[in-house]
């Protein structure tokens, strides 16, 4: 806890993105990967458009774009699985650097990877740009019902209190000469699994009677209502709303 | 497992995403029940354990770990309602905080690793519970098969998903391969670490595991050396009792329902395999075919067979495990009835007991 409650894809700064009230980004990153997700995959050039407004976003958020493209390597399952594709989807066969690749299969390897790419991308600008706080706030100002923004927010508190004692768990083992070579160990984990959830349950249980005890009645009183001007929704939507018109523009061409 | 934007179609995306919605609300409710007041700190501490147990790898072979996905263990552990209420907050923050999973594919993600593993883990644990005799070990037992089986049933959920919207069109038996190869491995892995946890927490405080409620043996007093049924209050002990037996009426009212919509469910798709596979089939025939006009003695046309009889195992493993689920769950079903039919007398002795 000592590290602040920032997470670790936050990235401090006083841009203007930054500054945008968090529902505003939250409803503009959902509506720009909806409208990219609905683009055909034909237009490849739109998908390079989409790339150009998301480093401009990037660059107005004054994010290096080494620490942007770090973060991408989240998606590296799914490219693995998206490189497959052209190998293992039947149809019109193409040859390509000498290896026989069906053209479906290309251009399905082609969709995933640009509109997934996309995606993360966004995410990864949004969450960079976003404090924790404000963006659990923002859910709730788009109508989240609260019990679940509670619970999240709970969950994100707490999250690091319990990896952190996962972790201590894990040198406590280490430190006595344990390491993890097999199926024959699956029982310490488990053993550890089950003194974490002990553990997590009874902290879930102290945490409820002090809250209790300062007035909890179900709800959480909302200290700071964040609130958009027109101005601040019309800089958020700048982003969708040009996508919105390549996406149009890709159907038409 | 975490589908990237772009993976499923948007309409199939949306349709997903209200399916999620619905769950999550159904969960809401559900939750209240199952922690009266203290949902929000405890469903918050439940998904933080889930969230962390996720990072917990656990050696499969040499070199190789996989992790837990925590669908099953968190229904059994919790109960099922917060159980998919946790992991649908963990998928949603993986989603927004982390990128993980794309935003438009949340639904499919929460459809399928959410609610499709809980309710298929605490359906069969349920089932499983009721057939077994009533000690530590079957609990135990029950979650292992619980948890080894609904993982696969997840795979099974993900490619139906892709079946119906998916945005290219690979064979579905070969993603069935894939998927289901894979995830039986993944299961078995899941299935120990969670029926270890399981035991690991029964051990400690049997009190805190929900699938394991109904283990509580009514206390007895040592007097003279002999046991002895503790005398309650006539009060005390006629206000209690109809109060479990109307709450297990009740939970297994819903879990004859859940049965009935997973038998539906997985018996659909253990038919519908045979029709997947036959399309696979066919479709490599005619790829041969093309490949022998080409190029003849490529590997590809070996390799297409291989691939059918790769897929015809998988489809045949996927059918297994609906079947089998489908059996224990119906034959869970078919005891529970009879049982409540024929002796009415254990019910008596226990309430007499109390």
């Avoid at chain 1, 923002?138 to 209190?161: E, H, K, N, T």
């Avoid at chain 2, 997985?266 to 479709?283: H, I, R």
């Amino acid at each position: 806890m000592g590290a602040g409650h920032a997470h670790k894809l936050y990235r401090h700064g006083h841009s203007p993105v930054h500054d945008l009230p968090p529902h505003c980004k939250l409803a503009a990153v959902l509506g720009f990967v909806v409208v990219v997700v609905s683009t055909p995959r034909e237009a490849v050039w739109a998908f390079a458009l989409y790339g150009v407004l998301l480093a401009g976003v990037a660059a107005v958020a004054r994010i290096p774009a080494g620490f942007l493209l770090k973060r991408l390597v989240i998606e590296v399952p799914f490219v693995a699985f998206a490189l497959l594709m052209p190998f293992v989807v039947p149809g019109e066969q193409t040859e390509l650097l000498g290896v026989s690749v069906s053209v479906p299969g290309l251009w399905g390897a082609w969709n995933v990877l640009a509109k997934g790419t996309l995606g993360v991308a966004a995410s990864v600008l949004l969450a960079s740009t976003t404090e924790l706080r404000s963006l659990l706030l923002g859910l709730q100002r788009l109508r989240l019902p609260p019990l679940l923004v509670q619970i999240a927010s709970f969950m994100i508190r707490y999250g690091d209190v319990i990896t952190d004692e996962l972790r201590r768990m894990s040198v406590a083992r280490r430190s006595r000469g344990f390491e993890a070579g097999g199926v024959r160990h699956w029982g310490v984990l488990a053993k550890t699994a089950g003194a974490l959830f002990i553990r997590s349950y009874e902290r879930g249980e102290r945490v409820h009677l002090a809250m209790v005890s300062r007035g909890y009645t179900g709800t959480m009183p909302v200290i700071d209502e964040v609130t958009a001007s027109r101005t601040q929704w019309a800089h958020a939507a700048a982003l969708p709303v040009l996508a919105l018109a390549v996406c149009l523009l890709g159907w038409t061409v | 497992m975490h589908v990237p934007d772009g993976f499923i179609n948007a309409p199939v995306s949306a349709v997903a995403g209200v399916v999620a919605a619905g769950a999550v609300a159904v969960g809401l409710r559900g939750a209240r029940r199952e922690l009266d007041d203290r949902t929000a700190p405890l469903a918050g501490l439940v998904a933080a354990f889930i969230f962390a147990v996720q990072m917990l790898n656990f050696p499969v072979a040499a070199g190789t770990s996989g992790h837990l996905l925590g669908g099953a263990l968190a229904a059994i552990l919790v109960g099922p309602y917060t159980g998919v209420l946790c992991i649908a907050v963990v998928l949603l923050m993986q989603g927004i905080l982390f990128a993980d999973g794309g935003l438009t594919a949340l639904g499919v993600n929460i459809t399928v690793m959410g609610v499709v593993t809980t309710v298929v883990a605490y359906a069969l644990f349920r089932g499983l519970t009721r057939v077994l005799p009533r000690t530590r070990r079957s609990t135990t037992v029950a979650a292992f098969v619980a948890a080894l089986v609904s993982v696969p049933a997840a795979a099974v959920a993900f490619t139906a998903v892709y079946g119906i919207g998916g945005t290219t069109d690979v064979p579905l038996g070969k993603v069935l391969t894939a998927m289901v190869g894979v995830h039986v491995l993944i299961g078995i892995g899941e299935a120990a670490i969670t029926a270890l946890t399981v035991g690991a927490v029964i051990a400690v405080r049997p009190d805190l595991v929900h699938g394991a409620r109904g283990l509580a043996t009514p206390l007895k007093l040592r007097v003279d050396g002999a046991l002895v049924d503790l005398p309650a209050a006539p009060a005390a002990a006629s206000s209690p009792a109809p109060v479990a037996a109307r709450s297990t009426r009740k939970v297994w009212a819903a879990g004859l329902a859940a049965a009935l919509v997973l038998a539906g469910f997985v018996s659909f798709y253990a038919s519908a395999n045979p029709d997947g596979l036959e399309k696979v089939a066919a479709d490599k025939g005619i790829d041969e075919k093309v490949q022998e006009h080409g190029a003849a003695g490529s590997p590809l046309a070996d390799y297409g067979v291989k691939d059918v009889e790769n897929a015809r195992i998988s489809g045949g493993l996927a059918g297994v495990i609906g079947v089998g689920a489908t059996v224990a769950v119906g034959s869970g079903v078919f005891w529970a009835v009879r049982r409540r039919r024929t002796p009415e007398a254990p019910g008596l002795r226990t309430t007499e007991s109390v």
